[in-house]
């Protein structure tokens, strides 16, 4: 399926062209750990602290408008996005979110959603939003127009962006390991090098993506 | 090899000795590249500096982060474990409180012991003084009857002595008179002689 200019790039499975290649998306949920006693192992320490963490600071940026349990939501929304982003780097391994596809599907009804919400129920306030603290009165209207285009492409720019951040990562690697097969011993080693820091890279852009992604969701809910 | 199961390496010593597993897996990969069954393409590459990534990562930053992982779980452990120690302090020091006051009373008892040693002794001290005071009373009584009776005898011994004599005067005749003075002067007189 040609979800993407760059699929070419990524490993395929179908059976009888129902691709099977979305199955990945469900990986990450071997990688939980499990909670059965009351001390935790290493492994829930690590997802317990990034879980407390992120929970902190999501509840400081969503200031007022939190309700207990509104985190959830986000936590698990960087859970996932992290989870796939890092799986992709993995060989063999496809990676979801490098498609605009998943990566709007994700984006687009949480914006749907909080706009349907905002504009149903508080319609006063979204409208008060529209026009910042602080505008001076001859840029009033222009700023109104700034805002409602600024506000209609958030869902795409929310997916574009993971999209293309992985893509570029991928690509770039690829691109690098499929000039491999026709290079000295000697070449090998630098492109191994080479390969070595775009993984740090590429390691370190699929964490902060997750995390922009889901700090730009919550900021985006506390707006409504 | 850290992911493979022992088991399978075992499965070869008796046959092919301890080299034999080693041996079969460089071979079945030789075998895979040479038929290009499997391509070193992209992916191959890729994950060649993923590995080696992983195992430098895991190698260089793994004991730290072990180490600190571990303390987080102690530490864990101890805030549970410390909600249950404390309870068994505070009822041990309530038992130790509990037994200093049951200590506390049994020193009443002794106190309750004194006081009626102390109540005894006063009664005793009143009993005595009052057998005292009967015994005075009444010896007084028995002195007064004792001195009546004496001054009673007395009185009539000398009454009786006062009557005898008066009646010996009286009946004394005169011839009785000059006979016993003239035994006197006789004896008196041999009494002079002898001596």
New interface residues.
Partial sequence: MMSNLFSV?D?STSIFSLSLNWLSSTLGLFLFPFSYW?????YL??FN?IGGTLHKEFKVLLGGSFKPGLTLLFVSLFLYVVFNNFLG????IFTSTSHLSFTLSLSLPLWLALMFYGWLNNTQHMFAHLVPQGTPGVLMPFMVCIETVSNLIRPGTLAVRLCANMIAGHLL??????T??GLSTIM?SF??LG??C???LESAVSIIQGYVFAVLSTLYSSEV | MGFIPEEWFELFYKKTGVTGPYMFGVSFLTYLCSKEIYIMEHEYYNGLSLAILCIVGVKKLGPSVAAWLDKEVDDYEKAWEQGRVQQLEDLKSAIEAEKKEQWRAEGQSLLFEAKKENIALQLEAAYRERLMNAYAEIKKRLDYQVETQNIDRRISQKHMVNWIVSNVLKSITPQQEKDSLKKCIADLKALSATA
């Fill in positions: 790039f490993p009351l001390i935790p192992s290493r320490v690590v602290s780097l993995f060989p063999y690697m690829t691109l690098m390991g499929n491999g097969s090998v492109l191994i390969q070595i775009l993984l740090i």
